[in-house]
């Protein structure tokens, strides 16, 4: 196997995620697109730790820490996403328009 | 390894100014969770009291020659020091207007406090974050802590509908951010850390062309960094959050995590990318513009004072930038001189439009009609600070924007400081019609809100912190500008203690030279 294989794949995952996130109306699903961007960079860190960084394993433990920070952005996010459910009774991007100008 | 040997080589001393903020913050929490809600009279004083004395232990460290701390992870030279302390300072200023704030809409005051304090540890690690994975952590405890402040009135729609805008739109730009960083680690063959980045990156490009890999790992990472600082185009989420969250926080992000994100564009941009010194240079250029031009514009037709002073910020953005872009030791002074001041200024404009909003409610301009008549003390304080916001002197403003101008032109960046001019000018217009609005009015053209003006009380729970940063703040605003000296010093300074920041200019000054005789050749 070769490095390009595992970053194209990376690459096409970053792209579904920011296609998710621009096209998805609902909220829940938009979080599922931030996830899937992580993922793909998760994907990179750990192509590129084991082809260039074999000995100290950097980008292992980086990912490590970007899934652990994922999780915790997804736990506010769906804090946040719960509290507007209950207050508007949707979690449909399009409703949410009383901030404009 | 033995302690001793250990603790030289993480030399973990040069965080401790964070350690004590994170003693605040659990003593904050700990003491609410076991006095209760009683405990809310003097939680905030703690954390005030924590975060002046890591101001002082900050000023302790100033001429620290062992400032690298965790192997290379943590950097606490000058620089990070004036960023740190900047943050702080913000933290505790906010702290003190959001005491009445919170009590008075009836949601918990040392939850909020902690959240702040949390808020405030990303940005100061975030200021001396060295190394990958460091920065990503700092950041990280910075945003996830904002989503949470400004979600934090949970009853009202308008802040959720704020706290989701900002979660999904920050998570969003920090994937983009991570994703460049991943190609970063990959580019340099496996570096985490800065400077081994950039000279890895130097000798991989070599004379050449840099590899175009290395401009989309730039443009990933300058995404992230503009959304922190919100320039244009990726300010959409400020007025928005701006708007529907509470102002205290919305003071905070406006100077803290601002100066937080100036800070981190600093250190990664000219440490880990000086190969791409003329790309990135050319991006920032970009974004200034755009900055400049949208948000003093935008800020024209604003109703609501906050998103007014959302456009405002945008526009403030655009000028700090140009310290930036000109790449000087002066520079560097000049934008960390201008973070001081509008730490000050917009502080203290923050707290008027929160003792305001108390009083009677409510944000819009056309509501401050006639306020002079019923409260001179807040128009006064008002006045000075957006008049210094504008720059015009005597205020502390004007010394700020002529330093950073002044320098602009220095290093010829003649369009630029041009437009930057223009746009304060038309900044002046919209500042002074709210001013207008509160001075000129006649009595009967008061507006509603004014009419039924409360009695000014000041002895009322929380109030006197507010009074006290209100006068604060308003009186440094006015005198800084004349005495000014002490700060233009620390700013200066600050810039030439940083051996990351003389090296640059050394090699930055050498290529142009370099290119000035190529040209002449």
């Known amino acids: ?101 | 390894m033995d302690v001793p040997s250990l603790s030289t080589q993480l030399n973990p001393l040069v965080i401790l100014p964070e350690l004590i903020v994170l003693t605040a913050l659990v003593v904050v929490v700990v003491c609410d969770l076991i006095v209760g809600r009683t405990a809310s009279r003097w939680t905030p004083y703690v954390a005030v009291s924590g975060l002046l004395v890591s101001v002082v232990q900050l000023g302790f460290q100033w001429n620290n020659d062992h400032a690298i701390a965790f192997l290379g992870g943590f950097n606490g030279d000058a620089l990070s020091i004036v960023f740190r302390g900047i943050i702080a300072l913000s933290a505790a200023v906010t702290i003190l207007i959001s005491i009445r704030y919170i009590e008075q809409s009836g949601t918990a005051l040392s939850e909020f406090i902690s959240i702040l304090l949390a808020a405030t540890l990303g940005g100061m690690f975030l200021s001396g974050a060295d190394e990958l994975v460091t920065i990503f952590i700092a950041l990280e405890t910075l945003s996830i802590s904002s989503y949470l402040l400004t979600g934090y009135m949970k009853r009202d729609p308008r802040s959720n509908e704020a706290a989701l805008k900002y979660l999904l739109i920050g998570a969003s730009s920090s994937a983009i951010f991570l994703y460049g960083i991943s190609l970063l680690y990959g580019l340099s063959g496996g570096a985490t850390k800065l400077v081994d980045i950039g000279t890895a990156l130097t000798l991989s490009t070599g004379l050449g062309d840099p590899s175009i890999g290395i401009v989309i790992a730039l443009v990933f990472v300058i995404a992230g960094v503009a959304f922190k600082i919100s320039a244009v185009p990726f300010h959409q989420w400020t007025p928005d959050v701006y708007e529907g969250s509470p102002t205290p926080v919305v003071a905070f992000l406006s100077v803290g995590s601002k100066a937080a994100g100036f800070a981190l564009a600093i250190r990664l941009l000219v440490t880990a990318f000086p190969v791409v010194w003329e790309q990135w240079r050319f991006v920032f250029v970009a974004l200034a513009i755009l900055s400049m031009i949208l948000g003093n514009v935008v800020a024209l037709a604003q109703t609501s004072m906050k998103r007014l002073l959302a456009y405002s910020s945008i526009g403030q953005a655009g000028f700090v930038m140009l310290g930036l872009i000109a790449g000087t030791e002066q520079g560097y002074a000049s934008m960390i001189f201008y973070l001081f001041i509008y730490l000050f200024m917009n502080l203290g404009g923050f707290t008027c439009v929160i003792l305001f909003s108390l009083r009677t409610g409510t944000d819009q301009i056309s509501e401050y009609a006639g306020l002079y008549q019923k409260d001179p003390l807040l128009t006064l304080g008002l006045s000075l600070c957006l008049l210094s916001l504008g720059g015009i002197p005597p205020m502390a403003g004007f010394f700020a924007k002529l330093y950073l101008f002044w320098v602009g032109w220095q290093a010829g960046l003649y369009g630029l400081v041009l437009l930057a001019l223009v746009t304060s000018v038309i900044s002046i217009y919209y500042y002074i019609r709210v001013i207008k609005m509160m001075v000129v009015k006649e009595p009967q053209e008061m507006s509603a809100a004014v009419l039924h003006y409360p009695v000014v009380q000041w002895n009322l729970p929380g109030m006197r912190p507010l009074q006290v940063s209100l006068i604060s703040m308003v009186l440094i605003t006015s005198l800084a500008g004349i005495l000014s000296n002490p700060l233009l010093s620390l700013a200066n300074a600050s810039v030439s203690n940083t051996p990351l920041l003389q090296s640059f200019i050394k090699a930055s000054t050498v290529s142009v030279s370099i290119t000035d005789v190529d040209s002449h050749l």
């Open chain 1, 1 to 101: 196997m070769e490095l390009q294989y595992f970053l194209l794949l990376a690459a096409a995952l970053f792209c579904i995620g920011v296609y998710g996130l621009i096209t998805s109306r609902n909220a829940v699903r938009v979080l599922m697109s931030i996830e899937l961007m992580l993922n793909a960079v998760n994907l990179n860190l750990m192509a590129f730790s084991n082809f260039l960084d074999p000995g100290e394993i950097k980008g292992q433990v980086f990912t490590v820490f970007v899934i652990t920070v994922a999780a915790a952005e997804a736990a506010v996010g769906l804090a946040i996403i719960l509290s507007i459910y209950r207050n508007r009774d949707t979690v449909d991007m399009e409703q949410f328009n009383l901030l404009k100008w």
